[in-house]
């Protein structure tokens, strides 16, 4: 309860600081639409006349906006610079104010990005069906948890390396990949799909956008939550091992 | 000359810097890998399902994929190095003051003094992706082809640099304005040709933010021939570009008054 209070405050704190940076902001939602936009003008093009791709697509455009992690930049920079050190003394968890962070940020791309969503699908003739959109949400925030574990467990490697924007650019790469943003998974060649619906890249974004299109009737939880439990296991045995050889700037 | 010799030695000091950590190298060289892997995994995926996209068969898209990966690989090279986060490292950390008080230019210290070599290994792929896409192509380019394609990589280059420094002098009127991740992002769209793209997209693309000019249209003339028309209107845009941003850059400077002023 009381790391729930603490989450509510800092949440609340970081929303209000980023409300600052609202133009940065907006730079980041450009980013985060470029690759789902490629992808939904690239398969248009291939199948200009099947209205499912434009509707996965803009969910995609969606789901990838309200779950972008940047923890190698709010939270590896803080190795780097030692001011994680700070956080350690703090009588409290320091993935309070990792996560807070995360949900601030999150907040203000999803605000600043319905926009372009909306004028996206206003563009496209997009009709989408309510209840599969309603029918999503779990599946949307098993996502939301998968994409920042992921980030974060590629972000815990600044304790060992000055590379990690690199290793989190690795880790995008797949997600673009086997996530569903190149390409829907079903659209993959059969071993590349197969391979696709077992690692955790689908879970993160092309399985709540196909829910939400109504592509796909109803997917996996369980794929999703195994997924959470072996990722947030990672977490804390790279967490362990990187607080003990962090070694704070001056010492 | 004397500039061309600046970017030699800034050159030779950057590489030197660059194989003390080689570490490093390693990293850059797997993300250089990675990145392009992904890239043409991409593309080949649409043509398990099409033989062609937008009027573009698959020889054509990895000869554009190449094209782009070179003139990325040239752009992180020498240009991002010095240009990137600008408003931030040029001016309000104040290393602009250093560059105006030195012997050469402003705009070429501020612009190409420093280089990341190891991100050179993005030119090699780059240029391997191309002759994989030659190879694999129904005719080969001919000489004039290959000439075409020269000078409009040239001209893509040098737009792209005369971009980074367009974008770079916004900062002497709004220091506080950072568009490199929004740069960065509209670069990856070079990365598909033009004719994929909706028309408004398609036109802002070609005369507003030119990235047709950075892959699109050398791998056309490259593989479909050239157009006189087309090579005098990419040394048009480069000659007009880089005169904007020395223009802009000036009046940038006349602004301009200090770091903490």
Same mark, same amino acid.
Do not use: S, V
């Given at each position: 309860m009381r790391t729930a209070v603490l989450l509510g405050f800092r949440l609340r704190q970081e929303v209000l600081e980023w409300s600052g940076a609202w133009w940065f902001l907006m730079t980041l939602v450009v980013q985060a639409v470029v690759a789902p936009l490629i992808g939904l003008f690239v398969w248009s093009a291939v199948? +200009?006349?099947? +209205?499912a791709i434009a509707r996965y697509y803009v969910a995609v455009i969606l789901v990838t906006l309200m779950t972008e992690s940047f923890e190698q930049h709010t939270f590896s920079e803080r190795i780097y610079n030692g001011t994680l050190s700070h956080e350690l003394l703090r009588p409290q968890p320091v993935a309070v104010g990792v996560i807070g962070m995360n949900l601030a940020i999150r907040a203000w791309l999803t605000l600043l990005g319905a926009p372009i969503v909306l004028l996206t699908g206003i563009a496209l003739q997009v009709g989408f069906d309510w209840w599969a959109v309603a029918r999503s949400t779990p599946y949307l925030v098993l996502a939301a948890v998968l994409v920042f574990l992921w980030t974060f467990l590629l972000s815990l490697t600044a304790f060992w390396t000055d590379r990690v924007h690199a290793v989190v650019g690795f880790g995008s790469q797949l997600v673009f990949l086997f996530g569903g943003t190149a390409a829907p998974i079903g659209l993959l060649p059969d071993g590349l799909r197969r391979v696709a619906e077992v690692l955790p890249f689908y879970g993160m974004s092309g399985l709540p956008a196909e829910i939400a299109a109504g592509t796909r009737g109803d997917g996996s939880l369980g794929y999703q939550l195994v997924w959470v439990v072996v990722l947030v296991g990672v977490v804390m045995v790279l967490w362990r091992a990187g607080v003990r050889r962090y070694t704070a700037v001056g010492s | 000359m004397k500039l061309l010799r600046l970017l030699a030695a800034g050159f030779s000091m950057s590489l030197r810097r660059s194989v003390a950590f080689r570490v490093n190298l390693v990293f850059d060289v797997l993300l250089a890998f990675t990145g392009l892997g992904t890239a043409i995994a991409a593309v080949l995926i649409v043509f398990t399902r099409a033989d062609t996209l937008a009027g573009w068969s698959k020889a054509e898209f990895l000869v554009l994929i190449g094209t782009y990966q070179l003139i990325t690989g040239l752009r992180t090279t020498f240009i991002d190095p010095n240009l990137s986060w600008f408003p931030e490292t040029g001016i309000r950390e104040g290393k602009l003051d250093g560059y105006l008080l030195q012997p050469a230019p402003s705009l070429f210290l501020s612009s190409l003094s420093l280089s990341s070599p190891l991100q050179l290994i993005q030119v090699v792929l780059g240029v391997g992706v191309l002759a994989w896409g030659i190879g694999v192509a129904d005719r080969s380019p001919g000489a004039a082809g290959v000439m075409s394609w020269l000078v409009l990589v040239v001209a893509g280059t040098v737009v792209t640099w005369a971009l980074s420094v367009l974008l770079a002098c916004l900062a002497f009127w709004?220091?506080? %304005?950072? %568009?490199d991740v929004f740069y960065h992002s509209a670069w990856q769209l070079g990365r598909y040709p033009t004719d994929v793209f909706a028309r408004p997209l398609r036109i802002l693309l070609t005369y507003v933010f030119p990235m047709a000019l950075i892959a699109s249209v050398p791998s056309t003339a490259l593989l479909r021939g050239p157009q006189f028309g087309v090579l005098l209107a990419g040394v048009a845009a480069a000659a007009g570009a880089a005169a904007l941003a020395a223009l802009a850059w000036r009046a940038g400077l006349r602004r301009y008054t200090g770091a903490t002023s």
């Open positions: 199948y +200009p006349d099947d +209205p | 709004a220091p506080k %304005l950072q %568009l």
